[in-house]
């Protein structure tokens, strides 16, 4: 079996998240496990240093990121090509997305070197913007959700939502989310949406400040509300 190899990144905005990324980094070689770190963001002695790009992770075992859910959506451009596991350490205000909390780091470290891990696998979604004469104008892809926003503030839009080519529904609003499970707890949930089980396998589509009657305003749990 060859050399084990772990890509460690960081929050480079917080320090917690660096210390704890160093201390990672040095768990890891002592256990003998090879260490890369990205070379904006961090050294420690015996790791290489990589440049911050789609082979970074190329290679690797796994992912590891501290910091919030910011941080890891940054990391997961660099493990989705590279076809890598993503672990995320919560120094965020809410980390939604991360597995381990900073106070359990070192057996989560342990845990990792004895492959004591599972993997989930999670949903993305393909973006594609195509113009009036059908030529794409933009791709990408989302872990969290795609938006369609308006541009004009004083203005609502009309959209138009449709399912496999064939129009479902159409009503005016500020911008539509399509999100995946995984970012059912990010802005589809501040739109009003339900949070779903990170393995379903299933979209949402929230509206943002629809003008329609499937979407009245949400209501806080007192006598006489209903």
């Known amino acids: 079996m060859g050399q084990r190899t772990v890509l460690v990144t960081a929050h480079t905005g917080k320090q917690t998240a660096l210390r704890s990324a160093l201390l990672v980094a040095q768990r890891l070689t002592a256990a003998g496990v090879a260490v890369r770190t990205l070379a904006t963001e961090f050294s420690s002695p015996g790791a290489d240093a990589v440049p911050v790009s789609a082979e970074a992770a190329q290679g690797a075992e796994l992912v590891i990121v501290l910091g919030g859910d910011g941080a890891l959506l940054r990391a997961a451009e660099l493990s989705r090509p590279a076809g890598v ?3 995320g350490v919560n120094h965020g ?30 949903m993305t979604i393909d973006v594609t913007v195509r113009g009036g004469s059908g030529s ?26 449709g399912v496999d080519g064939r129009p479902l529904s159409r009503w005016g609003c500020d911008g539509v989310v399509c999100s995946t499970p995984t970012g059912s707890t990010a802005y589809a949930f501040s739109a009003g949406g339900p949070v779903v089980w990170p393995e379903v396998e299933a979209l949402l589509m929230v509206p943002i400040s629809a003008h329609a009657l499937f979407a009245p305003p949400s209501c806080p749990a007192r006598p006489g509300c209903h």
């Open 136 to 161: 794409v104008i933009a791709a990408a892809w989302a872990l969290n959700e795609a938006t369609v926003e308006k541009a004009a503030r004083e203005r609502m839009i009309e959209v138009i939502i």
């Open 93 to 122: 205000h809410v980390g939604f997305l991360a597995e381990a909390e900073p106070d359990g780091l070192a057996e989560t470290v342990d845990q990792l070197v004895a492959r004591q891990y599972a993997v989930e696998e999670r």
């Open 85 to 87: 596991p993503l672990i």
